[in-house]
């Protein structure tokens, strides 16, 4: 008997000591009956989570399906990191004050947890010294003993002033598909974390974003594109409900039964966004692809072997819209992408700005939708090439009868074929490749005129000598 206690009790103490040492075995000891070994998922979630703290990566980004355990992860992860260092300084950021309450009372009900059971492991035992500063009542805002102003949990619609952090952690802030096509309002989220939350940033401090992936401009999207630009080393874990193989990623939580039971009820889109982390922009996006090329066809003595340079413009209709003006080369029925002007500033400007352009890109031909002042416009330019002397491009106008989605829609196969850009193109003209890749096939866009002026030259080459104004 004597023997069997002492094993127990060795045992006891190796586990104690794997928990304070390693983050899986601390979530196995916390809640075994969800941390187990048949969900290596988890496990490698973990270990991910560890590695991500110790090493030199400045953020993480993990996108998982509903039910998967990422808040809980993420809560768990936290009181471990308290545990093992009292004087971290960890923010949440969830999707209202409720929720983000919600998230820090998980953290220090963890921490706080009564031993009930002599037997059974709580996080007094693990971490003995660490405990919840007394009369430290407030949920969202508390200190640990020895600690000052330890955990914060705030919303977009909260506070984080005078609070400083070593570590963040953005939590789901996009509650339901509607938030999710609403770009106004993934936009209003990214300025909160970069106006509030990265101001609240110690030395040398740590993000972690976790989330279902709903869009490519919701936090998770802009913070892997963004940062992967600037050089900020970026760690991504991302684990679909389905595997690349058709096997479910973890049957006990979501079978597959289950699954395609839910997804049936589901749109595509949002189905693809909740458990496979594909964006809903990315999966009813029109273009699916587009061509690029490195230089412009030329002759094997370095010749241009472009027949002709034309021009094609769609003013700006209403105040929010932009004037997109593409200047463009023709070779063999292709068509090569020399230069775009795509802008909402105003016409003072952008008179000037896309005379420079045609001057600029030899252009011989330039067609101007003249709908909606689009004559005056092209007059406007005539006007601007006569003062810079230069009477090489012949300026036109023509009225746009067709409707505007039916015209993109049909030729959008046209546009992704013979339509080639350079291959830096995303860099030369951010804003206009931001509107070609993000357009949707259906639903409404926000702007259009980008699409709308690229199949207005797909409608011009494609008709050849037939297109006239």
Wanted: net charge negative; hydrophobic share 35%.
């Amino acid at each position: 008997m004597t023997i069997m206690l002492d094993k127990a009790e060795i045992l006891r103490g190796a586990q104690i000591e794997l928990a304070r040492r390693e983050l899986w075995w601390f979530c196995k000891l916390m809640a075994p009956d969800f941390y187990k070994e048949n969900r290596p998922f988890l496990k490698d979630l973990c270990y991910q989570l560890q590695d991500f703290d110790a090493g030199n990566d400045k953020v993480m980004v993990v996108n998982m399906p509903p039910r998967h355990g990422k808040s809980r992860t993420a809560g768990l992860f936290e009181s471990w990191l308290l545990g093992r260092n009292r004087s971290e300084k960890i923010m949440t950021g969830s999707y209202n004050e409720e929720l983000s309450t919600t998230f820090a009372k998980s953290v220090r009900n963890t921490i706080a947890m009564v031993k009930g059971d002599r037997n059974r492991i709580v996080y007094s035992d693990i971490f003995p010294e660490t405990r919840i500063k007394r009369g430290d009542g407030a949920m969202n805002l508390w200190s640990l003993e020895g600690g000052y102003n330890n955990f914060l949990a705030t919303s977009p619609t909260g506070t984080a002033t005078g609070f400083g952090a070593d570590l963040i952690v953005i939590d789901d802030l996009i509650k339901n598909d509607m938030e999710a096509y609403n770009v106004r309002h993934l936009e209003k989220l990214w300025e909160w974390f970069t106006n509030t939350m990265f101001s609240r940033q110690e030395e040398g401090a740590k993000m972690l974003i976790i989330m279902t992936r709903w869009h490519s401009l919701d936090i998770a999207g802009r913070a892997l594109a963004r940062f992967a630009e600037g050089n900020v080393p970026v760690r991504h874990v991302c684990y679909k409900a389905v595997q690349d193989d058709g096997s479910m990623l973890c049957p006990e939580i979501l079978s597959e039964k289950s699954y395609r039971f839910i997804v049936k009820e589901m749109s595509a889109p949002i189905a693809s966004a909740n458990y496979q982390q594909e964006p809903i922009d990315m999966k009813g996006r029109l273009y699916s692809s587009f061509s690029t090329y490195k230089q412009l066809p030329t002759d094997e003595n370095g010749n241009t072997l472009l027949t002709a340079t034309r021009n094609y413009t769609d003013t700006a209709d209403e105040g929010t819209d932009f004037l997109c003006s593409i200047c463009y080369g023709v070779y063999n029925g292709e068509v090569y992408v020399l230069d775009v002007l795509y802008t909402d500033d105003p016409m003072e400007i952008t008179e000037p700005a896309m005379a420079e352009m045609l001057i600029r890109n030899d252009v011989r031909v330039a067609w101007i939708e003249s709908n909606n002042g689009g004559r005056g416009f092209a007059r406007a330019v005539q006007a601007e090439l006569r003062k810079r002397e230069s009477n090489r491009c012949d300026v036109g106008w023509f009225f746009q009868s067709r409707n505007k989605k039916a015209r993109i829609l049909s030729n959008a196969t046209w546009v992704m074929n013979h339509i080639h850009f350079p291959v830096n193109w995303r860099d030369k003209w951010p804003e206009y490749y931001d509107a070609m890749i993000r357009y949707q096939s259906k639903g409404e866009n926000d702007h259009d005129d980008a699409p709308d002026a690229t199949t207005g030259v797909a409608e011009v080459e494609s008709q050849g000598s037939g297109f006239s104004f």
